[in-house]
């Protein structure tokens, strides 16, 4: 039996990412070139190195930039959105799925 707050998290997830997810998808293909999912994929691994980037000079002592932060996870964000409509991952099935699978690991933990 899962958590609540794990079934809650899929509810939400199951409920909210699919529509954000489609709209990504519609934008995508409405204002940009077709892309195939390679380049989103590296596109996100970029993107994500940026984000693990500031991350390491903040770790180093460098002063925060919330702003710089926010943005290149927002990057993170449109990346994986159209590297899973690239390749055809629902991703709020996905997500739910594996929070399903990673409940019981996690309430051993507890």
């Given at each position: 039996?899962?958590?609540?707050l794990c079934d809650s998290l899929i509810d939400a997830v199951t409920a909210g990412l699919a529509p954000i997810?489609?709209?990504?998808?519609?934008?995508?293909?409405?204002c940009?070139?077709?892309r195939p999912p390679e380049f989103f994929c590296l596109e996100l691994c970029g993107e994500a190195g940026e984000l693990a980037n500031l991350e390491k000079k903040r770790w180093k002592g460098?002063?925060?930039?919330d702003a710089h932060t926010a943005d290149e996870a927002a990057d993170?964000?449109?990346a994986?959105?159209?590297?899973?409509?690239?390749?055809?991952?629902?991703?709020a099935?996905?997500?739910a799925s594996k929070?399903?699978?990673?409940?019981?690991?996690?309430?051993a933990e507890r």
């Open positions: 039996m899962n958590h609540p997810q489609q709209a990504f998808d519609v934008y995508q293909n409405e940009f070139i077709t460098a002063p925060p930039n993170v964000l449109i994986l959105m159209n590297f899973c409509n690239a390749r055809g991952v629902n991703l099935e996905a997500v929070l399903a699978r990673i409940e019981p690991t996690v309430d």
